[in-house]
């Protein structure tokens, strides 16, 4: 079925009444008519079963007939710190990181990122449309947070959890033993928080590796393979989701 994120103010009692935007893709993009099943989001982590009952020039309307909670939401929120990139690479990172998992994006100035007009509020919200889009199409019930862009030394103050850096440069700590270390350490927790920074595409310097370790933030190997800066992001997420 056809999944979309609404704002949960649409929602009275069990009658839903649709944006212009979703009504549009509803009727005009997706032809779907009266009597079909859609899923509506409401950003509370349920699923929201309901099928159309009117298609009218302004809105969609549609009956709420179930809800359950969405399994697709994973139990550890991951906060990605990801230094901003050109383009089309960051872009990558918000959507397939989106299809992972990730619970939070957070766009990261370091000494090395190369500002061009990449955090504009045009910028912006092009970045919520893909976070969106690739919500809807993974099957999460929840739409990841996109935070305002950081100073890196702000953001090593600022991270919860369990905080970690790949470097290339790492050589003696990988991920999974800090992982397993800071498992067996902690305990049961059904909602942990990990904080993973990555690089933008010049690397991070031996000064900013040197204020992450200041500031509590475990420096590890992805491996001995150096790769890409939005190759490193993903491979993260994967590996503390896992």
């Known amino acids: 079925m056809h999944r979309f994120f609404i704002d949960p103010q649409s929602i009275a009692g069990n ?5 212009r935007a979703i009504s549009h893709q ?4 997706l032809h779907l ?6 899923v509506l989001l409401d950003n509370s982590g349920y699923e929201l079963e309901a099928g159309i009952t009117g298609l009218g020039r302004e809105n969609v309307t549609a009956e709420i007939t179930g809800r359950r909670y969405s399994p697709a939401e994973p139990a550890t929120v991951v906060r990605l710190y990801q230094g901003l990139l050109k383009g089309a690479r960051f872009e990558l990172v918000l959507q397939k990181g989106t299809e992972l998992g990730v619970s939070f994006f957070i766009p990261v100035l370091f000494e090395r990122s190369v500002p061009s007009g990449e955090y504009s509020a045009a ?3 092009r970045w919520r449309k893909i976070i969106a889009e690739a919500a809807e199409q993974s099957g999460r019930a929840r739409l990841p947070a996109l935070l ?9 103050r600022q991270a919860p959890g369990l905080r970690l850096l790949p470097w290339e440069e790492e050589k003696r700590t990988g991920v999974r ?4 270390g800071w498992k067996s350490r902690s305990g049961p927790d059904q909602h942990p928080v990990i904080s993973v920074f990555i690089g933008p595409e010049g690397g ?3 000064g900013e590796v040197e204020l992450a370790r200041q500031n509590g933030v475990a420096v590890v190997s992805l491996g001995p393979r150096i790769l890409r800066a939005e190759t490193a992001a993903l491979a993260a997420v994967t590996l503390v989701l896992y």
């Open 15 to 19: 009658q839903a009444v649709l944006d």
């Open 26 to 29: 509803i009727r005009d993009v």
């Open 33 to 38: 008519d009266t009597g079909e099943q859609i």
């Open 123 to 125: 910028r912006l919200d």
């Open 148 to 156: 305002p862009v950081t100073p890196f030394p702000d953001a090593c």
């Open 177 to 180: 033993e800090v992982l397993e």
């Open 204 to 206: 991070i310097t031996a």
